[in-house]
């Protein structure tokens, strides 16, 4: 790595992106996985009844381009579906389950034809229309930080804790966790239920599509700059400093304590998710040279002893989870941007009830707009209106 010989401005706050790129392909890797990977989760969805009206807010944007590939390709019972965004994309025409449709203004929408409602535009947004939407009838499944520890707002991953959407949320909304703590929690719940799980220490890689197009192009700009002269650093706006050839131990705000929001938001969640309070989560967030994909190297303190073979077993009979056996996945390597990806399972040799793992997840799909859509699933296989 060569160092930049400028001095780097203090990183600026890294909220939620409003705009992040589109889910891209990743190249496979040939990498052999451990026997009996889990298969695909499903909500039931034949059956699922009559086509819904839908809006997705921030339709522009790349979780909401990603959430109208998912609808589709999962077969989604969508009716009509109203793209709807800022007043400078209002009157865009894109595509959408069915067609093409003009994306209308947010600021003057009204919800109420609509029964499911995706907001996917930034926690601003949310915060100024997601509860006017809910009032208007539709049902909100909220992407963005706005609501996810309101009490009235169940915080949901169907592959755990499916069971809160049995009913309609007296909110009217349905918060989408932080595109880190999704992933982790998956493997955090069977792993908890068949250990215990005392404490969690995990470290996040996070790529540049977390903060969107804008992050993607600062850092293929970044790179070039770089490689061409180690003194250069391209344009330096989205991560307040250079991403390229670097690492950046700071997303988010950072708050009184030391911690960043990101941080926070990994603590919290996971314990209302899994329904315990006080679990200790230790984390530590990361902005890393990866274009899409977050990485996560995990560490977890537990009651009982723990297996590696037993856990890697454990985890491999998980829905859409994959155990690397040979190698371990990378953000490069992985071949399925719709599986969260596990390898390199150890249990301390002077600790046995202490193990650690690594995990990749596509964080626009696993992170974002898959689960969001698998909600919705769960939702419409219940028949909650």
Known sequence: MTPSTETPPRPAPDPQPTDPESAGAHPAGPGTVAPGAGGPWTADRAGAGAALPIAIVGASGAVGRTLVELLVRRGFPVGECVPVASARSAGQRIDVPGGTATIRDLDDYDFSGVRLAFFSAGTPVSERHARRAAAQGALVIDNTNAFRMATDVPLVVPQVNPDVLDQRP???????????????????????????????????????????????????????????????????????????????????????????LEEQKMRQESRKILRDP?????????????????????????????????LAALLAGEPEVRVWADR???????????????????????????????LVADNLRIGAALNAVQIAEVLVARGVR
Request: net charge neutral; glycine share 8%; proline share 10%.
């Open 328 to 358: 371990p996945p990378t953000p490069r390597t992985v071949d399925d941007p719709d599986l969260v990806h596990v390898g390199r399972v150890r249990v301390d040799p002077e600790r046995p009830t202490r193990a650690a793992f690594w």
């Open 170 to 260: 007296i909110s009217g909304i349905i918060a989408n966790p932080n595109c880190s703590t999704i992933p982790l929690v998956r493997l955090l719940a069977p792993l908890r239920q068949r250990y215990g799980l005392r404490r969690v220490t995990v470290s996040t890689y996070q790529a540049a599509s977390g903060r969107g197009n804008r992050g993607m192009t600062e850092l293929r700009a970044q790179a070039v700059a770089a490689t061409g002269d180690p003194a250069r650093t391209g344009p330096v706006e989205a991560f307040g400093m250079p991403l390229a050839y670097n690492v950046i131990p700071l997303i988010d705000t950072l708050l009184a304590d030391g911690f960043t």
């Open 278 to 310: 006080t679990l200790d989560v230790t984390a530590t967030c990361v902005r890393v040279p990866v274009l899409n994909g977050h990485s996560e190297a995990v560490v977890v303190d537990c009651d009982a002893p723990i297996d590696a073979g037993e």
